[in-house]
């Protein structure tokens, strides 16, 4: 079995690392597990533990479905929490311009589901996680945070392939390994 996501890379620009570095200052002191900038990117699909044996099909289905979708841009802009400001469990940035990432996963998702695999039945919000909160003390410094960066525009993002990752967990954190890559092409 293979931990297995599909996702789009994003090159951490300086904007990003800058905007990633406020948060963790502006928080320094909280509990929280921030990620890796270094291998930043936006989810498509979890698909969790995989057969390995899928991983050859799953590549041929991606192959496909990226063949006839073009390159295109988003923009990270503005932040904020999953759950609430009281209740806060993920600090996240937003995509802008995100409509070619909502085509691209229903692509996606419909390749999947057409290979009985499993797809997550709640929407689609394409997002860039900073940290993952596990617990916090000061929520006026977040709440300044987000209302520091609610609107800032952070990084325009090209988008040129989608990625096959295995998610491979340590006790330092996850490293993501691609099995393949998937130009997008016209």
């Not at 799953?58 to 841009?73: Q, Y």
């Not at 997002?127 to 993952?132: I, K, M, S, Y």
């Amino acid at each position: 079995m293979k931990r297995l996501f599909i996702a789009v890379r994003i090159e951490a620009g300086t904007e990003l690392i800058t905007a990633a570095a406020a948060f963790k200052t502006g928080l320094g002191g909280e509990n929280i597990k921030w990620t890796d900038i270094t291998t930043s990117h936006i989810t498509i699909a979890f698909l969790g533990d995989t057969d390995e044996k899928l991983v050859k099909p799953l590549g041929l289905m991606l192959s496909e479905k990226s063949a006839g979708f073009g390159r295109f841009t988003f923009l990270l802009k503005g932040a904020g929490v999953f759950r609430n400001l009281k209740d806060p469990r993920v600090i996240w940035l937003g995509i802008e311009m995100q409509e070619e990432l909502v085509k691209l996963y229903n692509l996606i998702a419909g390749g999947l589901r057409e290979m009985d695999l499993p797809v997550e039945e709640r929407p689609f919000r394409p997002h860039l996680t900073l940290g993952r909160i596990k617990y916090l003390k000061n929520t006026d410094a977040l709440s300044n945070l987000l209302v520091k960066y609610r609107d800032k525009e952070i990084q325009r993002v090209e988008v040129d392939e989608i990625i096959l990752y295995e998610s491979i967990l340590m006790s330092s954190g996850p490293v993501y390994k691609p099995l393949g890559y998937f130009k997008l092409k016209r």
